[in-house]
């Protein structure tokens, strides 16, 4: 305890006697309804604290008034000292184990995931165009989910007009046009956030730009190649390859970095990432891609899929912790609220966006572009 805890101060004599010899002075002994049985010797020369008079100070601080729920008592009582050590029989509380958590409602998550998985291989296997709009309405969202986490943390107002156009342009002209098309819709989207910006205030000009063209190239010119994908004969396979072997990358880095991960991969950008998670990722993709690669892909064999494997779970990972990166400079953990259980729309594409490029062209370099 503090010293507080046993009330006032005491005053000047008060452990020993006053100036003239009399009885020690204090409100222990001045208090009229304190009754002492035990005589206090005259000490001529009261040493510093420590020996045996430290029982009289216990006595005297102990007894008086201060003390309300306390009577007086005729044997005195030995102070309690001021630090008390614990004492070392004493029993310590176990402590309590912590379960590992995913952090996400995995229900939520598992449902969503579902949902989503129908929806893109039903428009994927019967209608072309039909994906090819639901590419173009995932960009559109991402570029809101990303342009409002500018605007809310940086103060970075990046032109949601020109991109979202822009950007659904982008998609399907990579779809009609090919490469060629992309690139030029790329390079349109990039005017039309200069000139539309230009109707506002110069403040800010180069940094709201600059935003909105570098949104125009994460979000929909990366998304674009999954439409170059979809061109061929069997582009459906193809775009299918594609997310199986990027799901189970993610898959098989949380499986594995969740038991067994104990060395931090990247713990200044993303905490959660172990090197024992990053080769699950490349050992469950290199399986997942040799199995594709040799019965989904026409003239496909085991051994391009073992290298496609390897470089998707690579992008996949760059492409969570660039995500991660952009997040934690923004201070967020997610980009958005609309998916339950997996946060927005661009944190399901952090992976997918720089992983499309990579496999259309392993794609065409292994089985050609048609």
């Given at each position: 305890?503090?010293d ?46 420590g ?9 005297a ?10 009577t ?16 070392p ?8 184990r ?72 982008m ?52 998304a674009?190649?999954?439409a170059?994908?979809?061109t ?17 990358s ?15 991969l990247?713990?200044r ?5 172990t ?7 490349v ?24 290298v ?50 990579v496999v ?11």
């Open positions: 305890m503090n507080s805890s046993w009330g006032a101060p005491p005053q000047a004599g008060y452990w020993g006697p006053s100036e003239q010899g009399a009885a020690p002075a204090g409100p222990a002994y001045d208090a009229p309804e304190t009754q002492q049985t035990r005589p206090m010797p005259i000490v001529p020369d009261v040493p510093a604290h020996g045996h008079q430290d029982d009289d100070r216990g006595a601080r102990l007894s008086g008034p201060l003390f309300r729920d306390e007086t008592s005729a044997q005195p009582r030995a102070a309690a000292p001021q630090n008390p050590e614990p004492m029989d004493a029993p310590q509380p176990a402590p309590r912590q379960k590992k958590s995913a952090g996400r409602d995995l229900s939520a998550a598992i449902g969503v995931g579902l949902g989503l998985g129908v929806v893109i291989i039903a428009s994927l296997f019967v209608v072309k165009a039909a994906f090819v709009g639901v590419i173009a309405a995932a960009v559109v969202v991402g570029l809101w989910e990303l342009t409002s986490r500018l605007a809310e943390r940086k103060q970075i107002k990046a032109p949601l007009v020109p991109l979202a156009v822009g950007g659904a342009a998609v399907v002209a990579g779809y009609l046009k090919g490469a060629e098309g992309a690139w030029v819709a790329m390079a349109l989207t990039s005017l039309a956030v200069l000139v539309w910006r230009m109707t506002q205030p110069p403040e800010g000009y180069l940094k709201d730009v600059t935003a909105g063209v570098f949104a125009a190239f994460y979000v929909p010119f990366l674009s190649f999954v170059l994908l979809l061929a004969a069997d582009g459906p396979w193809r775009v299918l390859t594609f997310l199986v072997l990027t799901v189970v993610d898959t098989g880095a949380y499986a594995v970095g969740w038991r067994f991960g104990t060395h931090k990247a713990p950008i993303s905490p959660g990432k090197r024992e998670g990053l080769l699950g990722a050992s469950f993709a290199m399986v997942a891609g040799a199995l594709c690669m040799q019965f989904l892909i026409d003239d496909g064999t085991w051994w391009q899929g073992l496609l494997g390897l470089a998707v779970a690579v992008s996949a990972t760059l492409g969570d912790l660039g995500e991660s990166m952009i997040k934690r400079d923004l201070g967020i953990k997610d980009m958005g609220t609309l998916l339950p259980g997996h946060g927005g729309i661009m944190d399901r594409l952090d992976s997918l966006l720089p992983t499309a490029p259309w062209l392993l794609m065409v370099a292994f089985v050609g572009s048609g």
